[in-house]
T-cell receptor, first 109, second 111 residues
Framework: GQSLEQPSEVTAVEGAIVQINCTYQTSGFYGLSWYQQHDGGAPTFLSYNALDGLEETGRFSSFLSRSDSYGYLLLQELQMKDSASYFCAVFSGYSTLTFGKGTMLLVSP | NAGVTQTPKFQVLKTGQSMTLQCAQDMNHEYMSWYRQDPGMGLRLIHYSVGAGITDQGEVPNGYNVSRSTTEDFPLRLLSAAPSQTSVYFC??????????FGPGTRLTVL
């Protein structure tokens, strides 16, 4: 089976940088994705790492180390609108995307 | 383009009733899936389909049926609703870059 571990909650202030970690155990790993979900809304795609290293998209970056079964999402220049839940998810086969339980990010003024 | 649409947005059922949650997409994606989301549990895969006529079970398939007769539609059927099926249900498609697109969700309460 697959399992993912991420912190349940992270707090930060506006303008700061925050890192959300994700460790996984899976067979047949293909890649690690990150999704954002605002309260009451649908998850939306943020990033995908299939290879080791850092992927940058605007204020958001995602990192993957396949040898350590570890990845993280880095959010810079935090804004109030970044308050949301963030999910890591692993592809363990063409058809299966397994999600972690999510990290709630609270950004305060 | 509407993307992924789901109906209804809200539904209340009594134990033992059956119903179908509708999901439609206009992005011509072959892959579609259903997830349920419960507090503190993340999203769990119920069923998925890699194309018309092909479906398979996910992590939590019991109590649910699916079919895929067209590329556009992927309905989820609850056979005999139980309180444990109270949840938020999301339908999703996936494109060739492995990006998943979620519908707005259906909030189901089973009394």
């Amino acid at each position: 089976g697959q399992s993912l571990e991420q912190p349940s909650e992270v707090t930060a202030v506006e303008g700061a940088i925050v890192q959300i970690n994700c460790t996984y155990q899976t067979s047949g790993f293909y890649g690690l994705s990150w999704y954002q979900q605002h309260d009451g809304g649908a998850p939306t795609f943020l990033s995908y790492n299939a290879l080791d290293g850092l992927e940058e998209t605007g204020r958001f970056s995602s990192f993957l180390s396949r040898s350590d079964s570890y990845g993280y999402l880095l959010l810079q220049e935090l804004q109030m609108k970044d308050s949301a839940s963030y999910f890591c998810a692993v592809f363990s086969g063409y058809s299966t995307l397994t999600f972690g339980k999510g990290t709630m990010l609270l950004v305060s003024p | 383009n509407a993307g992924v649409t789901q109906t209804p947005k809200f539904q209340v059922l009594k134990t033992g009733q059956s119903m179908t949650l509708q999901c439609a997409q206009d992005m011509n994606h072959e892959y579609m899936s259903w997830y349920r989301q419960d507090p503190g549990m993340g999203l769990r895969l119920i069923h998925y389909s890699v194309g018309a006529g092909i479906t398979d079970q996910g992590e939590v398939p019991n109590g649910y049926n699916v079919s895929r007769s067209t590329t556009e539609d992927f309905p989820l059927r609850l056979l005999s609703a139980a309180p444990s099926q109270t949840s938020v249900y999301f339908c999703a498609t996936r494109d060739f870059t492995d990006t998943q697109y979620f519908g707005p969700g259906t909030r189901l309460t089973v009394l």
